[in-house]
């Protein structure tokens, strides 16, 4: 069963703007991840935020999570072509349970 | 390093035939998954190894089964396949179970006719 769901389902922007997907879960977490994988590869790790943050931030990339509305919100800025990919949240409910992914938000960034 | 490899890329099966998909890591981690990813559907837990020596049936384990044959290898086995099967196969490994970032090979495309 999808534990996050990601909105949008597709987002097209041009290179240089900021791209916004949001992750909505249903119950409580233990952390928080986001992967990005590019058309027709493996998945590839891109930040983890644990229950307790509430904001991270690596190079143009920032996660923020608010555990009282059960949502998290990735930010790319200043995107780039290359950062044409799908972006699946993750989440696990405690160190014991299966991280579960939700469907994805597919990201294109027109040059 | 290779990270986390797989074998093979692709794969065509007839309804009923069997195979088994290898997996291996080089990042001496404890824990290995096999995920199954659908069109539309996010990435689903078929089975996963904690740590060497124990495995564990994720969401979809129904016509799969797995060997933890050593800490770097992970082997996914199909006994008799159906076209439901159909589906890109990811193998992930990640130091600790579950709050730990995995890693993911580059998937095996199967298609069951």
């Known amino acids: 069963s999808q534990q996050g769901e990601e909105d949008p389902q597709a987002l097209s922007i041009q290179e240089g703007e900021n791209a916004t997907m949001n992750c909505s879960y249903k119950?409580?977490?233990?952390?928080l991840q986001w992967y990005r994988q590019n058309s027709g590869r493996g998945l590839v790790h891109l930040i983890l935020?644990?229950?307790?943050?509430r904001e991270k931030h690596s190079g143009r990339l920032r996660v923020t999570l608010d555990t009282s509305k059960k949502s998290s919100s990735l930010l790319i800025t200043a995107s780039r072509a290359a950062d044409t990919a799908s972006y699946f949240c993750?989440?696990?409910?405690?160190?014991?349970?299966?991280?579960?992914f939700g469907k994805g938000t597919r990201l294109s960034v027109i040059a | 390093n290779a990270g986390v490899t797989q074998t093979p890329k692709f794969q065509v099966l007839k309804t009923g035939q069997s195979m088994t998909l290898q997996c291996a890591q080089d990042?001496?981690?404890?824990?290995m998954y096999w995920y199954r990813q659908d069109p539309g559907m996010g990435l689903r837990l078929i089975y996963y190894?904690?740590?060497?020596?124990?495995?564990d049936k994720g969401e979809v384990p129904n016509g799969y089964n797995v060997s933890r044959l050593n800490k770097r290898e992970f082997s996914l086995r199909l006994e008799s396949a159906a076209p439901s099967q159909t589906s890109v196969y990811f193998c992930?490994?990640?130091?600790?179970?579950?709050?730990?970032?995995?890693?993911f090979g580059p998937g095996t495309r199967l298609t069951v006719t």
């Open positions: 992930a490994s990640s130091s600790g179970p579950f709050s730990y970032e995995q890693y």
């Open positions: 119950t409580s977490i233990n952390n």
């Open positions: 935020i644990r229950s307790n943050e």
């Open positions: 993750a989440t696990d409910r405690s160190g014991n349970t299966p991280l579960v």
């Open positions: 990042m001496n981690h404890n824990s």
């Open positions: 190894s904690a740590s060497e020596g124990t495995t």
